[in-house]
């Protein structure tokens, strides 16, 4: 007999029923696109955490390893060290030279709400495996991977690290981008191209699944937690019973066992739902921010070009305009010849048009540059989330059907025992 499932396919009964191997042969219609061999030629690792204690502060710093076969470095090896802050200004380097490009999310400076506490061993894990993929992502980015910003941050002594910092753009420098981008986004944009529309309604309904999905995952790793926390008492309780029972202290003993074996598994499933599944929901929590921060960059630079051209019409408005007669009696007025004056007036607009003219030229540049960046970086990024999330999603599934398979095969093996020495004492009952 065929059974179909959900996406429309089907097995046969005669299959193999091992839960495993069933995962092992599914297949999915959409295959990430495969890295050629040999591509990679930067590699990455985040390990060995090491707290701080200083009398201003307390922190952790991670040492980066880098193995590499590119020009631009000097070695084909560098070890640092680097703390959470040094990530952070990494990422905002490569957003202000990169703005429509994702450049994928760190961690929160602290811990969510309800999950493990600050600088213990869970949490500084936790944001060791983030960082190290965040670097891992800009390592295989086509672009970002070659940002000089990158390499220094990957390659540079502490020290080189901090003079190289100082070299940033000025405090007056980001404020003028600062405003410039809150005034776009003011203003908003008139036209803006319909595949970026429908991202943006993507990238809207993405965000709220995610995080209703996240909200969900950490309320169900709380309540296995204080489930766990209860369990843990279960099998001692047992086991003062028995002592107490002599006619029932095998079953006792029996049942203390069982559950304290299925304590341990029910604690190493717990651990894979939030080691596994939590952190990637919350990243792609994350991830749906980045991609509205970015959608907000590339309407920035489209508003900033429509209101060039709004100037520019105004422009061109004043230049062809006939002057009126209360300007020609006001010039009259100050002494100034109406004629002279007007030809002024039209050629200070003439070099204002030219000007306007050259910068909407280097803006229509900008626009289709940041418009190609965000469309090809959608699309890997849509291969990686995908990705990803089938790859927890498939451990949490393979997670769960050995949980289960176990803590049976713990209650059958009871049974059977408990059925044994059941038959065994109805036996003697019969002999005597």
């Known amino acids: 007999m065929d059974t179909t499932n959900t996406d429309g396919g089907s097995f046969n009964a005669s299959m193999q029923t091992s839960p495993g191997s069933m995962i092992n042969q599914y297949k999915f219609d959409e295959e990430d696109e495969e ?21 201003i502060e307390t922190f952790i710093t991670y040492r980066v390893l880098t193995k590499t076969t590119r020009g631009e470095f000097d070695s084909s090896e560098y070890e640092v060290r680097r703390r959470y802050q040094d990530f952070l200004w990494l990422r905002g380097r490569l957003e202000e030279a990169h703005p429509t490009l994702i450049v994928h999310p760190l961690p929160e400076k602290f811990v969510m709400k309800g999950m493990v506490e600050r600088f213990n061993d869970d949490f500084i894990e936790t944001r060791r495996r983030a960082l190290h993929r965040f670097l891992d992502r800009v390592a295989d980015h086509p672009i970002l991977s070659c940002n000089e910003d990158f390499r220094v941050f990957l390659s540079a002594q502490a020290w080189e690290l901090t003079s190289h910092k100082k070299q940033g753009p000025g405090f007056l420098t980001r404020m003028g981008e600062t405003v410039r981008a809150v005034a776009a986004s003011v203003r908003g944009v008139k036209n803006r191209p319909e595949e970026f529309n429908s991202i943006q309604e993507y990238v809207e309904a993405f965000s709220q699944k995610m995080t209703s999905l996240d ?61 596994c599944l939590a952190p990637a929901l919350h990243e792609y929590v994350l991830c749906s921010e980045t991609l509205k921060a970015v959608l907000r960059r590339r309407d920035n630079i489209q508003a900033e ?22 300007g020609v009696v006001w010039q009259s007025l100050l002494g100034k010849n109406p004629e002279e004056a007007r030809q002024l007036k039209q050629q200070r607009l003439a070099g204002e048009i030219d000007e306007l003219k050259e910068e909407i030229d280097k803006m229509e540049d900008r626009v289709e540059w940041a418009n190609n960046a965000l469309k090809g970086d959608w699309g890997r990024w849509q291969r990686s989330m995908r990705s990803d999330l089938k790859e927890a999603f498939l451990s949490t599934a393979q997670k769960n059907v050995d949980y289960y398979e176990k803590c049976l095969a713990v209650w059958e093996s009871f049974l059977l025992s408990m059925r044994a020495e059941v038959s065994e004492v109805d036996q003697r009952a019969g002999d005597s």
């Not at 890295?35 to 990455?44: L, N, R, S």
């Not at 029932?248 to 341990?264: I, T, V």
């Not at 070009?305 to 230049?319: F, G, S």
């Open 35 to 55: 890295q050629e061999p040999g591509a990679k030629d930067i590699f990455i690792t985040v390990d060995d955490p090491e707290s701080h204690v200083t009398t």
């Open 215 to 275: 909200r969900i995952t950490q309320r169900i790793t709380k309540e296995e937690k204080e489930y766990l926390e209860e369990l843990k008492e279960y099998a001692p309780t047992y086991t003062l019973w028995s002592g107490s029972e002599e006619e029932l202290a095998e079953p006792l003993k029996g049942m203390a066992n069982s559950l304290d074996r299925c304590y341990q598994e029910t604690e190493e499933q717990g651990r894979q739902l939030s080691d």
């Open 305 to 326: 070009l429509e209101a060039k051209n709004e100037a520019l019409a105004t422009k061109r408005a004043d230049r062809d305009a006939e002057p009126r007669e209360r």
